[in-house]
């Protein structure tokens, strides 16, 4: 932990040393998925970002506690506070229950993430299972005089909140009613937001509960204070999400917890940019959007995607096209080449050396050395990734350094990058490639270079990359998909 990490912080807009709140120890939270549908790709690049994040964390010392909770009930068809509860949109499509909807949702999304190498949060809470949480935070609310019951509703209320608006950089005097929400007669100021539904405003709710404030449900931003707020306490490291958390959820997560802890709540808010496709953001509200399983149809791994998404920093719109996915699978498959040739050539090379234990010590000078610094020093400013992944690729191809170098540094650096290095092993090669390979080099003694190259190049599409070497032809082979 003698490394200085710095993160922008979207309260202030402004990189900074990051500081825990207790040293060694990190509470991280992240908003996780409304299950009412599949994550589509767009969903999943903030996900692999924070588990970057999270990564870069342990590998640099620290113990990280990580809680997302999972919204399950209470999320509306706007971020805000009008139509109905996604979740109950979501079982009236699929003829379910919500609760069926929920946990079949639920399943898929944490399968999607172990299919991407995302690492398990510490604790993962359903919104459902958290309801008395939630109710004791409103009614302290409440009894702080930062909210209000109106209409069967209770609101927070923004004008009792002096700050409200700072993170997303909004200032009420400049807003109009219903420029952002629609204007709601029981609201005293268009800009407040529920924090519980009664059944007098969705009748047709599936999932409601007993409270002091009437038989309803829970709005959507009063969870993630009440969940992070039981696991990780009053104060929190790291909030992590999606840009478009900031304007509405986050804001108005950021004003109901300080209203209730009267402290500082998180200290430092880390939000991912869009995935954005040819006709923009993608998103479940405007159709068509890709999911995991799709890219799979199409002959991609997880693990492609995985890379395509290192490409690009965190805060940086990333654009999808299929032509970009497929040079970040030729690019993966490439790297795995390399590795599994390092293996070939590596004669020391064992299980053993691809433990986790690999530490500072096994590169304790020379260009290996170097290489580690390159890479540490680009994820912890700000979790520079692509600069670490340019840092990986300098190192593959460096002359300099032995094969077992270069696979113990792979090693290394993927405790963040989560390629899943250490399961990149050797394939047996098919009897009609090796085949190729013995026409191949039957052309060069011939010095028929020309068929040759071209026999080459038909190994290359099939997986195999060939290395002439004063030794002998070697190769390495990992299958394409």
Not at 224 to 244: F, M, N, P
Not at 316 to 338: R, Y
Not at 351 to 376: I, K, Q, T, V
Request: glycine letters at 8%; one cysteine or more; proline letters at 4%.
């Amino acid at each position: 932990m003698g490394r200085r990490i710095t993160l922008f912080n979207t309260l202030g807009r402004t990189e900074m040393p990051f500081e825990p709140l207790e040293p060694g120890k990190v509470g991280l939270y992240t908003c996780g998925p409304t299950v009412y549908d599949y994550a589509h790709i767009g969903n999943l690049r903030a996900y692999i970002a924070e588990d970057l994040l999270r990564r870069m964390l342990l590998y640099f010392g620290y113990e990280v506690n990580h809680v997302m909770n999972v919204t399950d009930v209470g999320h509306l068809t706007s971020d805000a506070d009008t139509g109905e509860d996604k979740m109950t949109v979501g079982a009236r499509r699929e003829g379910k229950s919500v609760w069926e909807l929920a946990r079949f949702y639920e399943d898929a999304f944490f399968e999607d993430c172990r299919s991407l190498n995302i690492l398990e949060p510490t604790t993962v809470a359903r919104a459902t299972e958290h309801i008395p949480e939630m109710i004791e935070l409103i009614q302290r609310l409440i009894d702080r005089g930062y909210a209000y019951h109106a209409g069967g509703n209770v609101y927070f209320s923004v004008d009792n909140f002096p700050d409200y608006g700072k993170m997303a950089g909004l200032r009420l005097d400049e807003q109009q009613a219903g420029a952002r929400v629609d204007v709601d007669p029981n609201k005293r100021n268009p800009h407040d937001f529920v924090l519980w539904f009664t059944e007098s405003k969705f009748p047709d709710q599936e999932m409601k509960w007993d409270s002091p404030f009437g038989i309803g449900f829970p709005g959507w931003h009063i969870e993630c204070t009440a969940i992070a707020s039981k696991y990780l306490g009053e104060r929190v490291d790291i909030h992590c999400g999606g840009i478009d958390h900031i304007p509405v959820h986050h804001t108005n997560e950021l004003a109901q917890s300080e209203a209730a802890f009267g402290h500082k709540w998180v200290n430092y808010w880390f939000h991912v940019e869009f995935l954005i496709a040819k006709d923009g953001k993608m998103s479940k509200s405007s159709g068509g959007f890709l999911t995991l399983s799709e890219l799979e149809k199409q002959g991609f791994t997880p693990a492609d995607y995985r890379y395509f998404c290192l490409q690009a920093h965190y805060r940086s719109p990333l654009q999808f096209t299929w032509e970009a996915l497929s040079a970040a699978q030729s690019a993966l498959s490439n790297l795995k080449s390399l590795y599994t040739g390092w293996l070939q050539e590596d004669a020391a090379g064992s299980a053993g050396d691809s433990s986790d234990s690999l530490g500072d010590s096994d590169f304790a000078e020379g260009p290996a050395r170097s290489y580690l610094e390159e890479f540490d020093t680009a994820i912890a400013s700000d979790l520079n990734v692509p600069r670490a992944l340019g840092t990986v690729w300098k190192m593959a191809r460096d002359q300099a350094l032995s094969s077992g170098e270069k696979r113990r540094l792979l090693l290394r650096f993927d405790k963040v990058l989560g390629l899943g290095v250490a399961d990149w092993a050797p394939q047996e090669l098919p009897e009609d490639l090796r085949k190729l390979i013995e026409e191949r080099e039957e052309a060069r003694k011939r010095r028929d270079f020309a068929t040759a190259d071209a026999l080459r190049d038909r190994l290359a599409e099939a997986g195999v990359v060939i290395k002439d070497t004063p030794e002998g032809t070697k190769w390495s082979y990992t299958p394409r998909t």
